[in-house]
């Protein structure tokens, strides 16, 4: 029965709900190994790509790739953070994709492998190639340096995007910039609103949402996590007035401001049964945890929340919430990457705390291809390896089994995110 289902969870198609798949990176021909290290959560590994409060202003720096590489850059993945799960992962695909054997990279097959990227990216149907050797079916993709991109148009009709809001949390003033460098104003100006006012602000906040799917985009996402903490207060709209027109608002004003425009997000999401995605754990981790996001949650009974990458490392805290709030679904994005041990665990907590068979899906979260394809089949290893646990134990039958791992690769998210 175990080898039964693992085949099964391997051969099922998937709906990949959540990758970074932008035009600039997955159609970039002139791509090398390191530049897969670099653009990959592996490179997190050498740099956190994101500043905490207490340091200097910066946008999005992935680390640089050397423009004379040698062994002991890639040697400084492979070797010095070679048990790193990011790391694991990435090698992982390489070794299936590019053929490698069990050696995986080394000092001797590196170049020819540096060598054999470049030439795969040269073609512009690789990447289709991988994505269809994965498996997967459709993408969801938050091209977060074009939040307004129609990825269906620009990447294919395989996708579909969400529409990340952070801009529009610190649009308080023209200069004002998300840490992506986004403008809510830009923004408004793309869509052809005149904003002079904070009333003009309002009103541009439903031509934003009511245009989604005109860009073919399902879902809000917000990654204010990595902007601001995740404690949205009643809304206060005196105060977010204060904070609009100025350069430098003072904090609660910031705050007030950003909290009402999430609020009123929020509402227009439910009134639009629109799909509101949160970025949850890591990130400013001071601010990130899940139950900062419960007040919000519990003023919008009528909006679907996404919440994202089991929260980690905060999951049990999670999972308690989407059991108490109906509202709420769980993208298991990201937590799979980041620890598959701790993932093992919170899927079988999942499991067991979760009202309906309904509420899981999971995506790669990945910039490259390469990335993807092992993020998908780490994650089918995974579920295979925990349902085949509770078949063990008796706790579900081999039906029940496929039927839950069938809801989590694909029929979850077609459900959730209305996808034909």
């Known amino acids: 029965m175990t080898d039964d289902l693992s085949v099964f969870v391997y051969a099922e198609p998937v709906v990949d709900i959540h990758e970074h798949h932008m035009p600039e990176i997955l159609n970039d021909r002139d791509v090398g190994l390191?530049?897969?290290f670099a653009q990959s959560y592996a490179g997190w590994t050498h740099a956190r790509p994101y500043r905490l409060s207490s340091e200097a202003a910066s946008g999005y720096s992935p680390p640089v790739v050397p423009e004379a590489a040698g062994w002991g850059d890639v040697a400084a993945y492979v070797d010095r953070s070679g048990s790193n799960a990011f790391?694991?992962?990435?090698?992982?695909?390489?070794?299936?994709?590019?053929?490698?054997?069990?050696?995986?990279?080394?000092?001797?097959?590196?170049?020819?492998?540096?060598?054999?990227?470049?030439?795969?990216?040269?073609?512009?149907?690789?990447?289709?190639q991988v994505i269809a050797r994965a498996g997967i079916e459709?993408?969801?993709?938050?091209?977060?340096?074009?939040?307004?991109?129609?990825a269906r148009v620009a990447l294919g009709p395989r996708y579909r995007s969400v529409a990340r809001v952070n801009a529009?949390?610190?649009?308080?003033?023209?200069?004002?910039?998300?840490?992506?460098?986004?403008?809510?104003?830009?923004?408004?100006?793309?869509?052809?609103?005149?904003v002079e006012t904070f009333d003009d602000y309002l009103s541009f906040l439903e031509r934003f949402v009511d245009t989604l799917a005109e860009r073919n985009q399902v879902a809000l996402?917000?990654?204010?996590?990595?902007?601001?903490?995740?404690?949205?207060?009643?809304?206060?709209e005196a105060l977010a007035r204060q904070a609009w027109g100025r350069p430098e608002p003072s904090p609660d004003e910031r705050k007030a401001f950003g909290d009402f425009v999430v609020d009123r997000l929020c509402a227009l999401a439910g009134e639009r049964d629109v799909p509101f995605q949160m970025h949850l754990g890591t990130a400013l981790i001071r601010g990130s945890h899940p139950m900062n996001a419960a007040g919000l949650v519990e003023r919008h009974p009528g909006?679907?929340?996404?919440?994202?990458?089991?929260?980690?490392?905060?999951?049990?805290?999670?999972?308690?919430?989407?059991?108490?709030?109906?509202?709420?679904?769980?993208?298991?994005?990201?937590?799979?990457?980041?620890?598959?041990?701790?993932?093992?665990?919170?899927l079988h907590e999942a499991i067991d705390v979760?009202?309906?068979?309904?509420?899981?899906?999971?995506?790669?979260?990945?910039?490259?291809?390469?990335?993807?394809?092992?993020?998908?089949?780490?994650?089918?290893?995974?579920?295979a390896e925990v349902l085949s646990e509770r078949v063990a134990g008796g706790y579900l039958d081999g039906e029940g089994a496929r039927r839950l791992a069938r809801r989590i690769l694909s029929e979850n998210a077609r459900a959730f995110f209305r996808l034909s």
């Open 34 to 36: 390191l530049d897969l």
């Open 87 to 128: 790391v694991q992962t990435l090698v992982s695909a390489l070794t299936d994709l590019y053929s490698l054997g069990e050696a995986g990279i080394t000092r001797e097959n590196w170049e020819s492998l540096d060598a054999d990227v470049r030439r795969r990216h040269a073609d512009p149907g690789w990447p289709e």
């Open 138 to 150: 459709e993408i969801i993709t938050d091209p977060f340096s074009d939040p307004l991109l129609d």
């Open 168 to 194: 529009l949390a610190l649009g308080w003033h023209p200069d004002a910039r998300d840490h992506n460098g986004n403008s809510g104003h830009a923004f408004a100006r793309v869509l052809g609103v005149e």
């Open 221 to 236: 996402k917000s990654a204010l996590a990595y902007d601001r903490g995740l404690s949205f207060d009643e809304p206060d």
């Open 303 to 346: 909006t679907r929340f996404l919440l994202m990458h089991l929260a980690y490392p905060w999951s049990r805290d999670l999972l308690g919430l989407a059991f108490v709030y109906r509202n709420i679904w769980l993208d298991l994005t990201w937590a799979f990457l980041l620890s598959p041990s701790h993932f093992k665990l919170a």
């Open 354 to 383: 979760l009202p309906d068979e309904g509420r899981m899906m999971f995506g790669g979260d990945c910039w490259h291809a390469e990335e993807s394809y092992g993020a998908v089949m780490l994650a089918r290893h995974l579920i």
